[in-house]
């Protein structure tokens, strides 16, 4: 009983953790698809503010400041998003391609050049990262029956990010459906024609959407290399931006949908570790590979069973021209 207790509250626990990314890249994706610009970048953004962070935290600055770099950085991308998707009315799609493509090839080129170690950074020490906020009641309450090990791994044993990401979820929903700005950004992603006759820039508009955006980029970058990790390697978002954007469309882009199933990846994720060097009666050991496989397999299941039934805003991914 007690074993199957402490497997039970460390899934939860895994599951909360390999969530938060997803989650913020996902609420950084329903906040710029709502506003009309495809996301596509997210994994560029992720990847890029991630390399930042840890830079920053190798260097020797505080995690403060290192967050603020990563924030600046996942901005700056999503500003350069911006200004070929909104100013110049390119292609959305090729340009979050390009953006990934580009954070993939310049955190390796820099990560190499600055440090010499193939492309990852120093680990960052301690004090430079997000650590448990309440390690000691964590330790306190592991001991109570039932109850205590889901509150130690499901409540207290988590970062300061962690509880920024859980945050985001009403957050975001507040913003988008109880205030004006909110109002004009789901506006401006369904009929941006109106918004414009109403006397509201439409460009400005969806630049703050991507900006905002930029900003939940950031933190979920940090989190890999200041919370979950201690150094940055190339490559190490591994598709999590595409996961944040399966969980998004499938939760048809609502904020509290779209967390639900980032918790879902999250599980799936939490699982297949779990799962691995497992041996199945007549089988024998399940492949690892087939194992790591699985969230990304139920990506494409989920965006192949439901990307053609979602209704996405209508003028998502339509660069608006203002009528003379």
């Known amino acids: 009983m007690d074993d199957a207790l402490l497997i039970l509250s460390s899934m939860l626990g895994a599951t909360l953790r390999i969530s938060v990314p997803l989650i913020l890249c996902a609420m950084a994706g329903v906040l710029s698809e709502r506003a009309g610009v495809i996301d596509i970048g997210l994994e560029g953004k992720l990847l890029a503010a991630a390399f930042a962070a840890a830079a920053t935290g190798a260097w020797g600055a505080p995690a403060g400041v290192a967050l603020l770099a990563a924030i600046g950085v996942a901005v700056l991308l999503s500003l350069v998003h911006g200004l070929a998707c909104v100013t110049f009315k390119g292609d959305q799609i090729v340009s979050g391609v390009a953006l990934n493509i580009i954070a993939l090839g310049l955190t390796a080129v820099l990560g190499l050049h600055w440090f010499q170690r193939g492309g990852r950074t120093p680990d960052v020490p301690p004090e430079g990262r ?70 509201i820039s439409v460009t400005w508009l969806r ?51 779209a967390f639900w199933a980032c918790l879902l990846f999250g599980l799936l994720d939490a699982t297949a570790i779990r799962l691995q060097g497992l041996s199945l009666p007549g089988i024998g050991a399940v492949p690892v590979e087939l194992i790591q496989a699985l969230p990304y397999l139920l990506t494409v299941v989920l965006l192949a069973g439901f990307f053609g039934r979602a209704e996405s805003p209508a003028a998502l991914g339509r660069p608006y021209t203002k009528e003379r």
């Open 130 to 199: 997000f650590t448990s906020l309440f390690p000691e009641a964590a330790r306190t309450v592991q001991d109570w029956p039932l109850i205590g090990p889901f509150i130690a791994e499901g409540v207290l044993n988590h970062n300061l990010l962690t509880w920024i990401a859980f945050a985001s979820v009403p957050l975001v929903w507040w913003g988008l459906y109880r205030t004006r700005f909110g109002l004009r950004l789901r506006a401006v992603g369904e009929n941006p024609a109106m918004v414009d006759a109403a006397g």
């Open 207 to 257: 630049y703050r959407a991507v900006m905002l955006a930029g900003v939940l980029c950031g933190i979920a970058g940090t989190f890999l290399t200041l919370a979950q990790n201690a150094s940055f390697t190339p490559g190490m978002s591994a598709g999590r931006g595409f996961m944040a954007l399966a969980a998004m469309v499938f939760g048809h882009w609502h904020p509290v949908r």
